[in-house]
């Protein structure tokens, strides 16, 4: 009789502590109508807005897992191509469940910052998980995908339209870094997001976005 109180109370923990988990998954990830930037998928990834400037964003993110792949060239547009391809394969069933699962907003891609332009590079592309797959993701059966979980953080972002493309994006992680080096704010410098919320066959009102993560306080002059 003892065991089984025993086993009755582990058993009891153990759900919920799962249910924890699911709740923490699920407020990370919501509903999209509460986005103002995702307008094509049901969930998107929330924030805080912890302050922002006439330049930047000061942005709190809470920890959430993602689905990621490396792909290694001298310019994004190629690289992001077959890596986007490759993760979509698996959000499209090329998983151990072979399950559909339900596209989100937005897709980050980690590049480089200290790749000369004429180097080869590795870029970093990851889609965020529904809220329902945070805990427990089916498998890649592609071993070039796997499941990273990026951390708690606050990151400097700097918004702009059109298309994601090497001269847009470095045009705007180069400006967002002279602001933030203005201010004297503290950065992860050798790294930084480029963040597409939007598919290519969407044409206007386009949103993107550069992301520094910053390195302790974020500097934010003007509060919001």
């Known amino acids: 009789m003892k065991s089984l109180c025993v086993l009755s109370t582990m058993i009891y923990f153990a759900g919920l502590i799962g249910l924890l988990l699911f709740l923490t998954a699920e407020a990370r990830i919501g509903n999209s109508s509460e986005s103002a930037f995702c307008t094509e998928t049901k969930e998107c990834l929330l924030y805080d807005l912890v302050c922002k400037t006439d330049s930047y964003e000061v942005r709190h993110y809470e920890a959430a897992k993602w689905v990621t792949t490396n792909e290694k060239s001298v310019v994004l547009e190629k690289a992001m191509y077959t890596a986007f391809m490759r993760v979509f394969k698996y959000i499209n069933g090329s998983n151990s469940n072979g399950v559909n699962i339900d596209m989100t907003a937005p897709v980050i891609i980690k590049i480089d910052q200290t790749k000369k332009i004429w180097q080869s590079s590795v870029y970093t592309l990851s889609f965020l998980l529904p809220s329902e797959y945070q805990v427990d993701p089916p498998q890649p059966t592609d071993d070039k995908v796997y499941f990273t979980d990026l951390p708690d953080m606050n990151v400097y972002a700097r918004t702009y339209g059109g298309y994601l493309m090497s001269f847009t994006n470095s ?14 704010a503290t950065y992860i410098e050798d790294s930084y997001y480029a963040v597409g919320y939007d598919s290519p066959k969407k044409m206007l009102h386009r949103h993107n976005e550069v992301w520094y993560v910053a390195d302790g306080a974020p500097v ?5």
Request: net charge positive; glycine share 0%.
């Open 171 to 184: 045009y705007n992680s180069i400006q967002l870094k002279k602001q933030l080096d203005k201010v004297q």
């Open 220 to 224: 934010c002059p003007s509060p919001f």
